[in-house]
């Protein structure tokens, strides 16, 4: 039987989306592809990072649930988190706010008062943007922010025998949205608070050879690694570091906590690539921080061991595949 | 009578609310303000501008009436005017899509035609973004350019006895616009295919004191250039260039062709403000601009002249103020 023809986005999904979209980049300057999360230029003797990211109500966010101060907090952390990925600092963003015409001034007041508290944090400014009319409030970041030649840690520099690293631990913004969405009473900050690992990253990419931020899941994020890498790679699942927290909403919601880490996304954590002999480096400044894995050649292929027992890895979080806009409502 | 209190955004309106989530930029590096259509940043010896734009379905666009292709355009022409208007050239362009998930493959298709027909002609890259889900399609681009140092045209430069001049022909959009929405025959192709003027603002810049892009009508942007410069002025109604196709669409609609000027949006033509001296020099090499007010000191205020009559000068278009969206529906 033939596969049948894609005929709307859904068909599909964003990854086969991204490809079809893209073309080549041919511009010497521009050291990164379409697809990575952030792009590089060089300007004179600078490497200049670029990334645009938006969130839309009732898909990333909802008022329910969501203080217009968070919403804020969490358009310039998800940047930010770009940025970090690429061992980079943020320096400048530009805001284009799409509002409908009845928003209270509550919101942006709230909003604004989120978003100037994240630039503060970090030490960047917003130096300009737009707003304009929509039905739905959608929040554009473009952030711009630099980092040094040595320091630049792209998806694709990942090594065979290196070791697949994870900071802190990871889930938590599912599992939050998960026991939001079931109306379960939890702990659910992560996800309406998620933080960016900005300080981390910056020792990180001392050492590392690959990095990337946990937005879609684990298992989307090593896919990536992989992909731009050209490699394989197995992931250990007892090794993935799990909350209390969030191994209490997989009671609660009587789901294998493990699949918030490696499906749900969000975390804003860093996955990361190093070699054995740096890693003890790395353990000497930084010690938040867990080894879940190691980088095998492409022909291995990408694995999931549960007790020396193969499973299936599946992809992340998809947008264009995923239901939860129904539930958000 | 105690003015009520704004609630909505629709109470304040763009220009009150972008003033409302402003704050003072610290950074020395930085040579604009929020407010300005494109940030300016000094990276060594290097001005970088950088700007970003949303367009909405039903509020910018309608698949009615606009191909996917001239959606992708125009996406990228409302920015490269942005660039544009500062006399800078494009040098790369981030997108972020929001999608429902039943759009047709051949609306991405057809869009990313346009898009990479526009950085084609201008010679910029496409070097990244991010898509996501809505309930509605958002295009958000994100354009890095940059500018000469004595080429930069802020809105700030304009100077007593300067005279204001606009390129090409202005009204033509919103002639397009408001044919469309009555259903009338007429041409409307100003409206669907909007042109940047990228090579003109490249030999006005040489000569200009200040520059905007015509995005929300002439009144509207000549307001913009005197609050900026702390200047009045003065705008002869007769000298507004409006084309013969505008005039026949005034007659179609029994409007004042000048209103579709004066108020109507996204020509993407030049205002300027240019000493006498100067002209004579932009003269030489340009010719298709017109010559339609003189700046003025602050205290004059800002005026619309007829026949040496002083008019109510309005202001422009306001996404929070017009009621567009129920026409596009």
């Not at 554009?140 to 320091?151: A, C, L, N, Q």
């Not at 992809?315 to 539930?327: Q, R, T, V």
Request: net charge positive; with cysteine; glycine share 8%.
């Amino acid at each position: 039987m033939r596969a049948k023809k894609p005929k709307k986005i859904s068909d599909l999904g964003e990854v086969a989306l991204i490809k079809r979209i893209s073309r080549k980049i041919k511009d010497k300057n521009v050291l990164t592809e379409i697809g990575d999360d952030t792009a590089v230029i060089k300007i004179r003797d600078r490497y200049i990072l670029l990334t645009t990211d938006t969130i839309v109500e009732n898909d990333h966010f909802n008022l329910n649930w969501f203080s217009p101060l968070q919403v804020g907090k969490k358009s310039m952390e998800s940047n930010v988190s770009d940025i970090a990925s690429m061992g980079g600092m943020p320096k400048y963003a530009l805001i284009s706010l799409c509002l409908r015409e009845d928003t209270p001034l509550e919101f942006i007041d709230g909003l604004y008062r989120g978003i100037y508290r994240v630039a503060k944090k970090y030490g960047f400014e917003i130096i300009g943007g737009n707003i304009t009319h929509g039905s739905e409030i959608s929040i554009t970041v473009s952030m711009i922010g630099d980092v040094k030649k040595e320091r630049l840690t792209l998806r694709s520099g990942a090594k065979v025998a290196d070791l697949v690293c994870v900071t802190g631990d990871i889930g938590k913004s599912s599992a939050g949205l998960s026991l939001l969405i079931k109306k379960k009473k939890g702990y659910v900050k992560p996800h309406l608070e998620p933080k960016a690992r900005l300080k981390e990253s910056q020792i990180i990419s001392r050492f590392a050879n690959a990095m990337i931020d946990v937005s879609d899941g684990l298992a989307s994020e090593v896919r990536h690694i992989c992909d731009m890498s050209k490699k394989g790679a197995v992931i250990f699942k007892e090794k993935i570091p799990i909350s209390g927290h969030t191994k209490e909403a997989g009671k609660i919601l009587r789901k294998d906590p493990t699949d918030f880490a490696l499906y749900g996304g969000e975390d804003f954590e860093l996955v990361f690539t190093i070699s054995e002999k740096n890693l003890k480096k790395l353990k000497k400044q930084f010690k938040n921080f867990s080894v879940v894995g190691k980088i095998l050649p492409k022909s291995k292929g990408i694995h999931l061991l549960e007790k020396g027992k193969k499973l299936k890895l599946g992809s992340g979080y998809d947008h264009f595949k995923s239901n939860i806009k129904e539930y958000y409502k």
